[in-house]
C-alpha cells in the first residue's frame, strides 16, 4: 500500500477529492481501487513522527510513504521560485537559535540528512529540505540556515517522517510545493499561494503517481 501524508487536511483536499477517497477514521481517508491511504499527521517534525508511527502500527500493510505539502524557498537558492513544486534529496534538521550561535547543537545527537529512498520518476527540481523547529521569519537568519546547512526549501514536518521510514526501512520521498521565499515576508507568501501549491501538487502526484503505482515491494513510482 502506498500512503501519501501532509500534514494538514487542506494540503490533500485536493487529492482525496480526485480520488474519491472515503473518510476511514478522522485524518485518514481510503481509496480502494488504487489501495492508496491518505492522512495528515500534524504539524511540526515530533508531532508528524509520532502519528505516523502510530499510523504505520495500525497499518502494516504500508510499503511506501510520499510526503506531500508547503515549503519555503531560502534567498540564496537560484534554480527553485515560488510556485515550483520540487523532489527532495534529503532532509536535515536545524535549529535557528543554534545557527545564530544563540545556542548549540548537541555533539552526541545525530545531525546528518536522511536521504530520500524512494525514487520518484519527475522532471521536477530537486531540493535539500531543512526541517525547522520554528518558522523562519528573519532574512538574515533565513540566509545562515540556507548557506550552513546548504539547504533549498524549509519544511517543519519532514525530518521527522524520513526518521520514522529510516527506522521501519520504509521507502519514502517528498513532492512539495514551494509556496513562499523564507523570512519576514514569508507567513504573507504563504498564505496568498498555500491553497494553489496544495492544488498542483496534488495534481502532480495524481498524475505521477496514483495513474502509475508501481508493483508493491518496489521501490520506484
Same mark, same amino acid.
Given at each position: 500500500?502506498l500512503?501519501? /501524508?501532509?500534514? *494538514?487536511?487542506? !494540503?490533500?483536499?485536493?487529492?482525496?477529492? $480526485? @480520488?474519491?477517497?472515503?473518510? !476511514? @477514521?478522522?485524518?485518514?481517508?481510503?481509496?480502494?481501487t488504487?489501495?492508496?491511504?491518505?492522512?495528515?499527521?500534524?504539524? %511540526?517534525?515530533?508531532?508528524?513522527?509520532?502519528?505516523?508511527?502510530?499510523l504505520?502500527?495500525?497499518?502494516?500493510?504500508? !510499503?511506501?510513504?510520499?510526503?506531500?505539502?508547503?515549503?519555503?524557498?531560502?534567498? %540564496?537558492?537560484?534554480h527553485?521560485r515560488? #510556485?515550483?513544486?520540487?523532489?527532495?534529496?534529503d532532509?536535515?534538521?536545524?535549529? %535557528?537559535?543554534? =545557527?545564530?550561535?544563540?545556542?548549540?547543537?548537541?555533539?552526541l545527537?545525530?545531525?546528518?540528512?536522511?536521504?530520500a529512498? $524512494?525514487?520518484?520518476?519527475?522532471? $521536477?527540481?530537486?531540493?535539500r529540505?531543512? @526541517?525547522?523547529?520554528? +518558522?523562519?521569519?528573519?532574512?538574515?537568519? /533565513? #540566509?545562515? +540556515? #540556507? !548557506?550552513?546547512?546548504?539547504?533549498?526549501?524549509e519544511?517543519? =514536518?519532514?525530518?521527522?517522517? /524520513?526518521?520514522v521510514?529510516?527506522?521501519? =526501512?520504509?521507502?519514502?520521498?517528498?513532492?512539495?510545493?514551494?509556496?513562499?521565499?523564507? #523570512?519576514k515576508?514569508g507567513?504573507?507568501?504563504?498564505?496568498?499561494n498555500?491553497?494553489?501549491?496544495?492544488?498542483? /501538487?496534488c495534481?502532480?502526484?495524481?498524475?505521477? *503517481?496514483?495513474?502509475? +503505482?508501481?508493483?508493491?515491494?518496489?521501490?520506484k513510482?
Amino acid at each position: 500500500m502506498l500512503c501519501i /501524508a501532509s500534514a *494538514v487536511f487542506q !494540503e490533500v483536499k485536493p487529492l482525496i477529492e $480526485l @480520488t474519491n477517497a472515503s473518510r !476511514e @477514521t478522522g485524518n485518514r481517508w481510503f481509496d480502494k481501487t488504487r489501495n492508496l491511504l491518505i492522512a495528515a499527521t500534524g504539524v %511540526g517534525f515530533l508531532e508528524s513522527a509520532i502519528q505516523l508511527n502510530r499510523l504505520l502500527q495500525e497499518t502494516p500493510s504500508i !510499503e511506501k510513504i510520499i510526503f506531500t505539502g508547503s515549503a519555503g524557498v531560502y534567498p %540564496g537558492c537560484r534554480h527553485i521560485r515560488i #510556485g515550483d513544486l520540487c523532489i527532495c534529496t534529503d532532509t536535515i534538521l536545524c535549529d %535557528g537559535a543554534a =545557527e545564530l550561535g544563540l545556542s548549540a547543537y548537541v555533539p552526541l545527537a545525530d545531525q546528518g540528512p536522511i536521504k530520500a529512498s $524512494l525514487s520518484l520518476s519527475s522532471s $521536477l527540481s530537486s531540493a535539500r529540505v531543512a @526541517t525547522i523547529f520554528s +518558522i523562519t521569519t528573519d532574512n538574515d537568519l /533565513a #540566509g545562515k +540556515i #540556507g !548557506e550552513n546547512r546548504k539547504a533549498d526549501i524549509e519544511n517543519m =514536518e519532514l525530518y521527522g517522517i /524520513a526518521r520514522v521510514c529510516l527506522e521501519g =526501512e520504509i521507502p519514502w520521498n517528498a513532492l512539495l510545493g514551494v509556496t513562499n521565499t523564507v #523570512g519576514k515576508k514569508g507567513r504573507t507568501q504563504w498564505n496568498q499561494n498555500r491553497n494553489k501549491l496544495a492544488e498542483k /501538487a496534488c495534481n502532480h502526484l495524481f498524475k505521477l *503517481v496514483i495513474k502509475n +503505482i508501481s508493483q508493491p515491494g518496489r521501490s520506484k513510482v
